[in-house]
């Protein structure tokens, strides 16, 4: 590994799903690799959803993107943490890549194929995310993106484009490898049952006040097969313990299901566990962002000092990708 880029779009609340799925991992890396990890709130994504898109919000929503990474560990005196529209090398990639991506390789895209079947009008830019996506990756040449599991598709699109582009005009990117947290690649939403989403409105925020996800975690599903409190329960049934998993040491999780099995420890009581222990691991993020509200400044400095070095980094590449497909170079 040796230079990282990830995204992450500025269409709501950053979620449970998204921390343990992709930030969590980007702080580790940027503890590594610096400067050469490069994060990007990536605000013309968001432009191709029309449930989470609000001219109006999109401005503060990307700021709180970017506040709630920095609360959550990222460290922008050492990474590369930036807005994507900040950095237009970007969107002028991604039409050198559209020009070498099949149409089929678009519309097989299984994020697409969910996304169109749900709107009447299906406008283009949503057909090619993946590409804009793959020029995000490839404009800093990265080799590796920490994403969740929804992304590994697109990651390997990106494979795909760079390898034509090298086919055609000569070695330029790498082929991006898609790196997943192993402990939790895909985080359920609370309805016990699709992945945890913005837009499908089943996620805990990472922000969200104490009482609203306590209301939350009271509602998880319980095993369906466990009626009466002395039922025995099966842990594998509900994700109460996959939650937990998350959340609290092992050796406690393993004694809890081990008692849940024998009908030994009531569902109220796991859910007491459990939002205590998220509770825990969410109060540090809380405290970090309560006083990086204060200091706005501080966020906005950084994202400017962010593009300004991932600028340098894209236009470089922009130059040579100028000069090998032949277009004629200003002086
Ligand atoms: P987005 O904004 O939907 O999500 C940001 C990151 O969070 C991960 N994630 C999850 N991981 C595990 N379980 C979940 N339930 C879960 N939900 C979300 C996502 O996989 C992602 O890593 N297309 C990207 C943004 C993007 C991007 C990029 C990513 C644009 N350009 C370049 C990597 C590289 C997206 O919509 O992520």
Redesign the pocket.
Known sequence: MKRV?????P?GEI?I??Y????KQWVAIGEKLGRDAFF?I?DY?ALTNPLAYDPSTLAQRTFEAALVNIAAGLDPEKVTLFV?SHVPEHTELSWVFTTLTPLGDLTRMT?FKDKASKQETVWSGLLM??V??AA??LIYKADT???????VQ??EL?REIARRFNHLFGETFPEPQALL?PE??????IDGKA????SLGNTIGLLEPEESIWQKIQHLPDDPQRIRLSDPGDPERTILFTYLSYFAPKDLVEALKEEYRKAGVGTYVVKRILFDHLMEALRPIRERAEALKKDPDYVMDALLEGAKRARAVAQATMEEVREKVGLLLPR
């Not at 992945?195 to 913005?198: A, H, T």
Request: aromatic share 2%.
């Open positions: 880029l990830s995204g992450i779009q269409s979620h799903g998204n343990l799925g992709a930030i990007c990536v994504h994507q994020q995310y993946p804009l996506q995000d990756i993106v920490p994403v969740g599991e929804d992304q697109h990651i990106t947290n939790a690649p895909r985080v359920p939403g992945k945890m989403s913005k």
